[in-house]
């Protein structure tokens, strides 16, 4: 089993998921008394979300490059990076580093692929959404027909994202609303939707609606583990 690289904190509300899932995944693929082989390095969001405000992504960059490297330091055989936004400055890290970095947008790309997914809606933080390095990869990369929601519906979702979800506060008002606008994009023909912000998947189920969800945690989390026993 190889040891798998965590960059965390980008909220560590979602951080405790991706420990959960890989450790669960672990344990299916296994048996028995075994766990996954992790080295985390969870960064103090604050500074992370001064630098988005401020548009300095550099120094982003910057904060998550040092802590790349203490992980690879640290043994760490590849990496994942455990949140959609900050993989704009991906490749800064991957510069860096000598470890492979396993990109969530290939990851959820490939699991819509394989499930027959060419129009897929997109709901993130506003970067992820509006920006070309999540978006673009998809289409460029997988020929992918990516849609995002309304420039009000955006607003809403990344207010939720960072004044709800990334403080721990799960609401159900809010919920409501995210179902409202899954269920408007469903009209615009699309197969299924990303949940692409790791936060998203702790308000949105697959229970709560019949449009197919792709929870970029989930199929991340379960990349790591497909890496870590089969490379």
């Known amino acids: 089993m190889q040891t798998i ?4 904190g980008m909220s560590w509300e979602s951080t405790v998921s991706y420990y959960q899932l890989i450790n669960q995944g672990i344990k299916r693929e296994l048996g028995g008394l075994h766990s996954a082989k992790i080295i985390l390095n969870s960064v103090d969001f604050q500074a992370i979300e001064v630098c988005q405000a401020r548009n300095n992504w550099q120094g982003a960059a910057d904060i998550l490059c040092k802590a790349a490297l203490n992980v690879q330091a640290g043994g760490a055989d590849f990496l994942l990076i455990c949140t959609n936004t900050m993989h704009k400055v991906a490749g800064a890290i991957e510069a860096e580093i000598d470890i492979p970095l396993l990109h969530i947008a290939d990851a959820t790309a490939q699991s819509l692929v394989s499930q027959g997914v060419s129009r897929v809606a997109l709901l993130g933080t506003q970067f992820t959404m509006e920006q070309d390095f999540y978006k673009g990869r998809l289409s460029d990369c997988y020929g992918l027909d990516v849609v995002i929601p309304t420039t009000a519906d ?4 990344h207010d ?3 004044n709800e979800l990334c403080r721990g506060n799960v609401l159900e008002k809010s919920k ?3 179902l409202r606008i899954i269920n408007q994009m469903a009209v615009q023909d699309v197969d299924a939707v990303i949940l692409g912000c790791t936060e998203i998947g702790l308000l949105i189920k697959q229970a709560d609606t019949s449009i197919p969800l792709f ?3 989930e199929i991340h989390a379960q990349a790591a583990v497909a890496y870590a026993l089969t490379s």
């Open 5 to 8: 690289g965590l960059l965390g």
């Open 154 to 157: 955006r607003a809403i979702i």
């Open 160 to 162: 939720v994202i960072y």
């Open 176 to 178: 409501q609303e995210y």
């Open 215 to 217: 929870d970029t945690t």
